[in-house]
C-alpha cells in the first residue's frame, strides 16, 4: 500500500499539470494574457527546464494575467505607481492646482510637483527612508527654490527624521486602507503645519 502512493500522486500531478498546460495555451490563444507573458509556444517544441520553471511562475502569478483577470477575489497589490497617485492626489485635496506626477522611467529624484512651488518625492519601499533621499530631494528643491517634500510608505528613521526637522521638511507617510483607498499622515511637525496651512 506505501508503494502505491507515491504513483497515484506523480499521476494526480501529470493530469493537473496538463489541465494547466492545456487552459494556459488556450487563453493565451484568446489574448487573456497580460503584455509581459509570452505567446503560447508552438507544438512540438519542447521546453527547456528554464523555460519551464519561468513559465510556472508567470502562469497564474504574474501581475496583469489571466489569473487576475478572471480572479476578481484575489488581493489587490497597490504599486509604486498608485503611492504616487495617492501624493498627487493628498497635494490636490490641500488647494494645490495644476499637481504633476512623473510617469514610468527616470524621474530625477521628483515624482510629484507643483510647478514653481513645491516638489515632492515618494518611496514605496519595504524599509524606512535614511536620510540621504531626503537631502537629494532637498538639494533639488534649493537649486529650484520652492518647497520640498517626502512620502513614504514605510516611514522613516530616526535620524532621517532628525535631519528633516533641521531643514524643515514636511515628512508624510503613506498607508494603503484596502481596496484603492491610500491615507496620508504627517511624520513631523512640519508636515503637521504643511497640511493645516495647505495652497
Known sequence: MSRRRPKRRKSVQKVFRGSFRFADDL?????????????????????????????????????????????PFRKYEPTWRDYEEAAASFLAQLGYSGVGAAAAGADGGVDVWVTGTLVGQVKAQQTKVGSPPLQQLYGIASKENVQGLFFSKSGYSKPAIQWANSVE????????????????????????RFGTIGA
Not at 33 to 58: L, V
Not at 173 to 184: A, K, L, M, R
Request: aromatic share 10%.
Open 169 to 192: 521638511m514636511p515628512l508624510f507617510t503613506v498607508s494603503h486602507c484596502g481596496d484603492h483607498q491610500f491615507e496620508v499622515e504627517p511624520a513631523n511637525r512640519s508636515a503637521e
Open 27 to 71: 487563453l493565451g490563444k484568446l489574448g487573456i494574457f497580460g503584455e509581459e507573458e509570452r505567446p503560447p509556444r508552438k507544438s512540438g517544441r519542447r521546453r527547456s527546464p528554464k523555460r519551464s520553471a519561468g513559465r510556472r511562475r508567470s502562469f497564474g502569478q504574474s501581475k496583469g494575467g489571466w489569473w487576475d483577470r478572471l480572479w
